[in-house]
């Protein structure tokens, strides 16, 4: 479980690695070009329910950390589909199999 820490905030947010890995590209890609936009996910089952946004701005310190010391195979259509969503109003928005560690499910499907 890789986590991340953002601004001055006591409470770090934890997301699998995988997942991480796949936010970290779009995220800091985002950022070096001065865009700010929304984090959002669903709180895991061993926190109290409900649900977090972050506004992740270029000027805000930010750290990611993994627990894995080997970067994991990155899809680039999951990758496209995040910054898609981050181009969105609405942000980044992890659903919960992405938070868990699973790929995202297929549209297609």
Not at 41 to 50: A, L
Request: charged content about 20%; proline content about 7%; aromatic content about 8%.
């Amino acid at each position: 479980m890789g986590t991340i820490y953002y601004g001055g905030s006591a409470t770090p947010i934890h997301i699998e690695d995988r997942a991480l890995a796949h936010l970290k590209v779009v995220i800091t890609t985002k950022l070096r070009r001065g865009e700010s936009f929304t984090l959002s996910w669903t709180h895991p089952e061993d926190q109290p329910r409900g649900r977090s946004t972050i506004w992740l701005h270029p000027s805000i310190a930010l750290r990611f950390v993994f627990d894995e010391p080997e970067q994991p195979h990155l899809s680039r259509e999951w990758m496209e589909e995040l910054a898609n969503s981050a181009n969105t109003s609405g942000g980044i928005t992890l659903a919960a199999e992405e938070v868990a560690g699973g790929e995202p499910a297929d549209p297609q499907s």
